[in-house]
């Protein structure tokens, strides 16, 4: 590829330092995703300048005006502290006519509100966890057909941010218990689904029109019985992760069938919820074979060494060459100013 000017969008706490040197894991595990993505992208020859946001558009449009960037690296997931903003910040580079990489704003819109999705998905018959909703604010009244046990989230926040092994109820007073603790903790209106018993999958997604699909991963708990649930623990504590045995890789045992039904479902999935770049699929599959969508994550973690830049290597894309497709697909995305 030939050499780009790359100005790298990261919040303004996690701008990377040169090098990994002196830090502490923890501190490390803060920005690990920045930095390898910016030291990867300047060791394949391109000119990286870093930008760090936090609330303010304005170094963005002087930075596109100075350094001309060919594309923008957006690793934001939030801006002023609100996680929903990363599609006004798309949307304001749009704006610019600057190229960048990752999902369009309609995708980001969509796919991070996951009843939003779910009502698209439905539409599409797309298999997807029975739900509803319940707003802040609201007494809790579960519809008949909605049946325990139930699985109680946020609408709108990732990264399992108040998921844990509660998460999970079976009687009307603990789904009124958790949905009134979603709200407290989450700010957001509650969403809850059928809980789905089953192997949990990731599938990685890369693409604008043309799409591929990165080999099925899965998590698993090598240690302990507990059920298998991506808490935020699970995801995030390395002394828990420890003491389960957490492990990912690529799914084991798998008909050949499934996987194409699992691939299947999760181009549909990109498509319907109009995503393009990158991004990676929650599924469930059932000891019955049935297959369950549970979200779409744009722009997932591109840690070198996570489930997605993983799954992508042993789909026989290098980490190197995951972030020059990511580029690509970035430059070459028709954004509505360039038609
Ligand atoms: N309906 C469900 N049935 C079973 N497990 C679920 C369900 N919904 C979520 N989970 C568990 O919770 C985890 C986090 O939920 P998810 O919808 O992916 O939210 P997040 O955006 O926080 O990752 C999932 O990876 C899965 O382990
Ligand atoms: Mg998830």
Redesign the pocket.
Known sequence: MRQLRVLALVAENLVPPESLEGHSDKAIDEWKTEFDVITTLRELGHQVEVLGLSDDLTPIRRAIQKFAPHIAFNLLEEFHGVVTYDQAIVSYLELMRQPYSGCNPRGLLISKD?ALSKKIMSYHRIPS?RFSVFPVGRKVVRPKKLHFPI?V?SVI?????A?SQS?VVYDDKELAERVAFVHEHTMADALA?????GR?LYVGVIGNDRLQTFPIWE?WFNKSDTA????RKVKWDRGYQEKLGVETGPAKDLPEATQRQIERICKRVYKALDMSGYARM?L?LRADGKV?V??A?ANPNLSYGEDFAESAEVGGLSYEDLLSKIVGLGLRYRAPWKV
């Open positions: 996951k966890p699985f989230k926040d990732d990264a399992s941010l998921i998460s689904e059928e809980f789905i018993d949990e998590l298998i649930i991506a808490t929650d469930r369950f549970l979200e994550n």
